[in-house]
């Protein structure tokens, strides 16, 4: 089948660099605020991904003029509030839950109606979290019952709001400042802990906010209607990707990776803190400041002796999208590994929780699982010996990619269907996979 693939064999020991595409989450925050900048924009480094592309088309439809080439992307914004169209406009985010909840909060001053549509996987998931805010500010929403597709008819004259985000969802947070930008007066924002793309985004574009930092949460204060500058930026390359290799690594034999120029955001390396904790050889190094946001490569090495955690909660949320590559560590570690609050796995592209269990089980790793936790009951000794088939998961990019690092590292025979989903987030997978060796099919 052409969007299948199989893998027979374990990778074989390399040593080698490898650099990845930039980071998903900086490339659309990058369009979004370039949209509202007034004149030209270029960012290099630029993530190609399904999702990054489906952001710069509805741009277009804003009526942001877009130049994307092979070394870089250009956007005119408009100014704030700048988007210009006659008519009803159709948005496409496919996949992208960033994209859909981010360009919500520009659209609280839509000037005609705006639909917002998903692929079946993000229309499957909850909105209410966004336009609850959002509403606030004075705009309107037509919702199937909370979940996409969105109608959304824009107010002129947005009030400031007052918000306690209790999630700790970055792509809410992130809504509610793009939303207060447009907005004249102070909007305040209580915010459980959470990624800060977009707060470090702002501070370098020299834009009015506050942020004072409390121990479980953020106290954000932001003045709407200043002018924003245009941003060049060179993308760092995305760790949530880079950590499929990082896993590969260290779960491969006698090998050694460095990965250049990674984003190591404090609240996006929980799966680093993770996996040192669980004994994998891992070093940072050539640290620097870019643009507000930590860069740096990170250098791995193959880990014989892998121990098994209990899992410290206030990590979760700066290890959210790696949890199904962590499980597979937790699956070759000496003793139990426990995790627990993890319900949010389960409202990503597809029940995550429920997914990583069963690939482990598939292995031959038992596993005790509810609707927030898992234990994994870890064999250091585990090889497989059989046939094992992946399908039916929703096509969630981050389920195929983590069943072709265990396919790589622990041997059988795999069959793994729904190849295509890696142009959600990182199309180049498996080129990178085939450079260091791998042989799939």
């Not at 209410?128 to 805010?133: H, V």
């Amino acid at each position: 089948m052409k969007n299948s693939l199989r893998i027979l064999e374990s990778i074989k020991p390399f040593n080698k660099k490898l650099e990845i595409e930039g980071d998903k989450s900086l490339s659309i925050r990058w369009a979004l605020l370039a949209s509202q900048a007034s004149g030209k924009s270029k960012a290099y480094n630029l993530l190609k991904s399904e999702d990054v592309i489906n952001t710069l088309i509805s741009l277009k439809k804003l009526g942001i003029k877009v130049k994307l080439s092979k070394d870089y992307c250009e956007i005119t914004g408009g100014g704030l509030n700048g988007f210009n169209y006659e008519k009803k406009k159709i948005l496409y985010a496919g996949n992208s839950g960033t994209f859909a909840r981010l360009i919500m909060g520009l659209l609280v001053h839509s000037k005609k109606s705006i639909v917002i549509k998903g692929d079946k996987s993000l229309s499957k998931r909850d909105f209410l979290r966004i336009t609850k805010p959002l509403k606030k500010f004075g705009a309107k929403f037509k919702t199937n019952s909370g979940k996409l597709p969105i109608i959304i008819n824009g107010t002129n004259s947005p009030k400031p709001i007052k918000y306690y985000e209790k999630l700790g969802s970055a792509q809410c947070k992130s809504s509610i400042m793009l939303a207060a930008l447009n907005t004249e007066g102070k909007t305040t924002i209580i915010a459980k802990k959470s990624r800060n793309h977009t707060e470090l985004l702002f501070r370098h574009l020299n834009l009015p906010i506050k942020i004072i930092k409390k121990k479980n949460y953020d106290l954000i204060t932001i003045k709407g209607k200043k002018k924003i500058k245009t941003l060049n930026y060179n993308i760092p390359s995305d760790i949530s990707s880079g950590a499929f290799f990082l896993v590969l690594t260290a779960l491969a034999k006698e090998s050694k990776l460095v990965l250049k120029n990674i984003n190591i955001n404090i609240t996006r390396i929980g799966i680093i803190k993770i996996l040192k904790m669980m004994g994998v050889k891992i070093k940072i190094l050539n640290k620097k400041i870019y643009n507000g946001e930590e860069v740096a490569d990170i250098m791995v090495k193959s880990t014989i002796n892998l121990k098994s955690i209990n899992c410290p909660i206030e990590l979760n949320s700066a290890a959210i999208d790696e949890f199904l590559l962590i499980f597979l560590v937790a699956a070759k570690a000496n003793g139990v590994s426990y995790f627990k609050k993890l319900s949010e796995l389960n409202k990503k592209e597809s029940p995550r929780l429920v997914w990583g269990a069963k690939i482990l089980n598939k292995m031959g790793i038992r596993t005790i699982s509810t609707n927030d936790s898992i234990k994994i009951y870890g064999n250091p000794k585990l090889k497989i010996d059989k046939k094992i088939l992946i399908k039916d998961f929703q096509k969630d990019h981050r389920v195929f990619m983590t069943c072709v690092i265990a396919a790589l590292t622990f041997g059988g025979e795999w069959k793994i269907f729904d190849k295509n989903s890696i142009n959600t987030s990182f199309p180049k997978f498996l080129d990178k996979i085939k450079k260091l060796g791998a042989r799939i099919y």
